[in-house]
């Protein structure tokens, strides 16, 4: 599971509070400038699609208010009469919103708004796009910059942007009857463009306008839904796409070579949506901005530490709380230690427990840049619908509390549950 990871096994100790001490990892050295940073892990050679701490200056922001605008496009061979709009976006927006506020400990809004009102008419049948092949990314131009015409045709506004609300992000709704769509949700990256009046608009990032730009800037970000926003807790595909233009990857094989769970359990909506315990990971909280590195103790050379882990999904209050111990192995590799709880969006959690997991930023979303460490109790491998025998969860209780990560030396052990705080005590050993 961890064969990917290029760890460099070099002696670790614990860094936190106002530690001073130096790390051993020369790699690490330059990295230095307050006792967590050490394990921040650096960007990998694709950017944002990886697990590196910078998210990247083109990503949506993770904190303060995100403003998302729906609209709702049909086909000629794909109609809808507009009655399912503002149901969808009446289930849809506040779940988002509630899920953000809780999992950010208030970090991040999600305000979303939506044009309900009106269906606009794309120009092309719905199978001109490309949908069955993948939607290959000339296609999505052509998808997102064909809703953007029908808007401003609709509004008599060609060349005119202003008509447009202000957005961060674009949400485009197809009709449930498109049957194509079925679980197939896109993102486009570039920044989203109208046209400049006598200008020739792109969704791209073209520079064919005298101004260096092709058309208005109206969004940073752009997501052409599927079928799958219909289901039962589609909300959380929208969750889980907006995680994308944050910079957040994707934890599932984007080969289908396993099931979506195969790498990270049910534990992160960024790999499976309809699992019980769908809050971020807490090294995402982390770099997101949501987890102040008070919250996070980073262990840079050997011997024995003793760590009090808090619950994730529960807001902490005062410096001396932790809710993650990350190893750092490299300046791109770490083993993360973070407490799972019945709580916050977690709330439907089929046990609780800590979680072991890898983090490697050298390895592209959706080929497993974090790795859930196999299982320490046979009975809580799962929480959800899959085989018991995928990616079983690394929990840790009384009468099993000990694993040993191999390739790096690293045994954490489970010393002590307190079930009225649920905080769990845990010491890590590097040898």
């Known amino acids: 599971m961890i064969s990917q990871l290029t760890a460099a096994v070099a002696a670790l100790s614990l860094w936190s509070g106002a530690s001073a001490a130096t790390p051993s990892i020369p790699l690490l050295k330059s990295l230095v400038a307050s006792p967590q940073d050490a394990c921040k892990l650096a960007a990998g050679p694709q950017g944002r699609k990886e697990a590196g701490f910078d998210l990247g200056g083109n990503n949506v922001k ?33 779940a988002v919103s509630q899920f953000y506020q809780t999992s950010s400990y208030g970090k991040l809004s999600v305000e979303l708004s939506a044009d309900t009102q009106q269906v606009y008419r794309m120009p092309s049948i719905s199978t001109s796009y490309g949908w069955a092949d993948g939607l290959k990314p000339y296609y999505l131009e052509m998808y997102i910059q064909d809703a953007l015409d029908a808007y401003m045709h609709a509004h ?34 570039p920044e989203i463009r109208v046209p400049n009046a006598g200008g020739n608009g792109t969704v791209g990032n073209d520079t064919t306008a005298t101004n260096g730009t092709a058309g208005t800037a109206v969004a940073h970000r752009a997501i052409a839904f599927g079928h799958d926003i219909f289901h039962e807790d589609g909300y959380k595909v929208l969750v889980h796409e907006t995680g994308h233009t944050m910079g957040l990857p994707d934890y599932y094989l984007t080969d289908g070579s396993e099931l979506p769970g195969a790498l990270v359990g049910g534990f992160s909506l960024m790999a499976v949506t309809f699992e019980q315990a769908p809050d971020f990971f807490a090294y995402d909280k982390w770099r997101m901005g949501w987890m102040a590195d008070s919250a996070v103790h980073c262990i840079t050379e050997k011997g024995s530490t003793t760590h009090v882990l808090s619950p994730l999904e529960k807001k902490v209050e005062g410096s001396e709380s932790t809710q993650a111990v990350v190893v750092a192995t490299s300046g ?37 840049p974090v790795r859930i460490i ?14 018991s025998n995928l990616a079983p969860l690394s929990f840790t209780k009384p009468r099993k509390s000990s694993l040993t990560v191999e390739k790096w030396g690293i045994t954490v052990t489970l010393t002590e549950h307190d079930e009225v705080t649920d905080n769990w005590t845990i010491k890590v050993d590097y040898k």
Request: charged share 20%.
């Open 374 to 387: 196999n299982g320490l109790d046979s009975d809580l491998r799962w929480c959800g619908g899959y085989p």
């Open 62 to 94: 993770s904190t303060g208010t995100l403003k998302g605008w729906m609209m709702f496009v049909d086909f000629p061979d794909a109609q809808t009469n507009g009655s399912d709009s503002q149901a969808l976006f009446d289930t849809h927006a506040a």
């Open 332 to 368: 791109t590799t770490a083993l993360v230690a973070e407490a799972r709880t019945k709580n916050g969006v977690d709330d439907e959690l089929c046990g609780a427990g800590v979680l072991l997991y890898t983090v490697d930023s050298n390895v592209p979303s959706g080929q497993g």
């Open 156 to 189: 008599n506004a060609d060349g005119d942007a202003s008509v447009l609300p202000e957005m961060d992000v674009l949400y485009l709704i197809p009709p449930p009857t498109a049957d194509f769509f079925n679980s197939n949700t896109f993102m486009y990256e």
